[in-house]
């Protein structure tokens, strides 16, 4: 069976469904290493990337509670008129994760930066870092990888915040392995792998060297999804990864 359709076998018996906001039933972490809040759109909750990331870190020996503020479709300035600014006072996470769509266009481009500004703002008014989630592009010739690189540092730069490559650690991940599926079959939203490669580079941008040792199952205690792969998968996404956040990750 194909690596991808393993991933998705393993991430589909626990994911819950997937929106906007906590489990209410879930019960929060009494004393975690960091509180990270998401916002974002399907990009971020398609394959539960925020589950994922408690899944890695975990794994990594660290406890991180996320909350995920992720609606369809959303840019950045939808999320300031629907009362994320408010969420993020209320919360008061360590780390507010920003992520839109691509941005390759130079309007698009403007527009995360601008709405990156007014919400790092916000983030940083209950002393919460701002962080940047590169994405990637559609599966699709006509974009291109540098394009949503060069539109996501603008604007982790423009507010002196964290610069997180997942994108990046994709292209290193092709360059490695290219039979390893990572977009999913709209070639746009993630493959269970791709959103694995997303959560990994996360965590190793918060935590340095992380991933490193890593084991190829990974169980969470709490109900969060679980990742199973080859031991080789994993040593070629370890690498990818290491490689993007060395080159290309900010703090």
Known sequence: MHLSRLLWLSLALSLGPVGCGEDPTEPTLEDPDLTVMFV???????NDLPGLVETVAEAAGYAVETISIAGPNYGLGDHWVTGTPRSIREQRPDVVVFQQGPSTLAASRAYLVEWTDSLARVAREVGAEPALLMVWPPDDPDYSFGAVYASYLAAAEAVDGTFIPAGMAWVEVGKSDGTLALY??????????????????IVETLFEDSVRDLPPEMTPSRRNPDISMPPATLETLVGAVQRAVGRYGRR
């Open 184 to 201: 999913g079959p709209d070639g746009f939203h993630p493959g269970p792998l791709g959103s694995v490669v997303a959560a990994m580079t």
């Open 40 to 46: 974002g759109n399907s990009l971020t909750y398609t």
